[in-house]
């Protein structure tokens, strides 16, 4: 069977390397890990690879009914199409160079879902000494236990509340031509996969993308044909330590973990080398 997988971010790549015999088509075939990219622009370092395995070419016609697809260079019709050409988050960069050059942040996401990003950058900006205020609800969707531990780590680091932030992230746009889609529990929306960010009403968590993107390779090669079953996985890097989270209950579920030590630190560290050096592969962090 032909598949076809468009984009090369986390949710992409992961479907590609379960399939391995398929085509993945992009208008960049470079990879970005953009949780290293984040941190880049606070102290630089290494965040993204040239995949030389990405057929580069532009979408710029598709129908999700009949998996068909128009590019710049080709048509495909196939038996299986993944989409998953993820955000435009151009905008949210240019926001976050914006904040970095400032002394004084008030800072908050437009999507809620996006707070984890708006809480890592205060932690980020707070070891540059800027004076750093916050606006949000401290991830509470993800329980009580998550959320206090947040209120914890965020007061020891002398990142005050604040009723009105100035600084807001904005919202991923979804990447021409796709829009957000309402997918059912198997991750389609008409005869297609949706994975990644274009999901709509999944926040916008590269663990989640690459858990997407697995899912939807092993679904494909026939080995589950059980639903989806999501989980909100992130690291948060106060400075010193990690704080390590794991819940489901923006889904319904029980779980709800979070762990906190300076190896957690260390081990997003790990995971910000570990992506580039495997081409975006979860591997066995999957299971951590």
């Known amino acids: 069977m032909k ?5 090369t971010g986390y949710a992409g790549l992961n479907a590609f390397h379960v399939i391995k015999d398929a085509e993945l088509v992009s208008d960049n075939s470079t990879f970005i890990f953009y949780t290293a ?3 880049s622009l606070f102290f630089g370092g290494k965040f993204s690879k040239k995949l030389n395995f990405i057929k580069e ?7 999700l009914k ?31 160079n914006t904040i970095v050059r400032k002394d004084k942040v008030s800072i908050s996401s437009e999507d809620p879902f996006n707070d984890y990003l708006a809480i890592q950058i205060a932690f980020y900006l ?11 609800r401290y991830m509470d969707y993800l329980g009580d236990k998550i959320s206090s531990t947040i209120l914890k780590y965020t007061e020891k680091y002398g990142i005050k509340y604040t009723e009105k932030a100035e600084d807001i992230l904005p919202s991923c746009k979804p990447s021409y031509p796709f829009n957000f889609f309402k997918v059912n529990e198997y991750l389609q ?26 899912y939807v390779g092993n679904y494909i090669l026939g080995k589950t044909k059980k639903p ?3 989980i909100f996985i992130t690291i948060i890097d106060t400075g010193r330590e990690g704080i390590h989270i794991r819940s489901d209950r923006l889904w319904g579920g029980s779980t709800e973990i979070v762990k906190v030590s300076k190896i957690r630190q260390l081990m997003k560290r790990f995971i910000e080398k570990y992506y580039l050096i495997r081409n975006g592969k979860m591997g066995f962090l999957y299971y951590l």
């Not at 070419?57 to 129908?63: A, H, L, P, S, T």
């Not at 707070?126 to 949000?136: A, T």
Request: charge should be positive; charged fraction near 30%; proline fraction near 2%.
């Open 57 to 63: 070419e532009k979408v710029i016609e598709y129908d």
């Open 66 to 96: 009949s998996k068909w697809v128009k590019t710049t260079k080709n048509e495909y019709n196939v038996d299986n199409l993944i989409v998953a050409a993820g955000c435009d988050k151009n905008e949210i960069i240019n926001t976050i």
């Open 3 to 7: 598949t076809l997988i468009i984009g």
């Open 228 to 230: 989806f079953k999501p």
């Open 189 to 214: 929306y008409e005869n297609s996969f949706i994975i990644g960010d274009l999901i709509s009403g999944f926040p916008k968590l590269g663990e989640l993308a690459m858990r997407s993107g697995i």
């Open 126 to 136: 707070r070891k540059l000494g800027k004076e750093v205020k916050y606006n949000g």
């Open 37 to 39: 990219y984040l941190r």
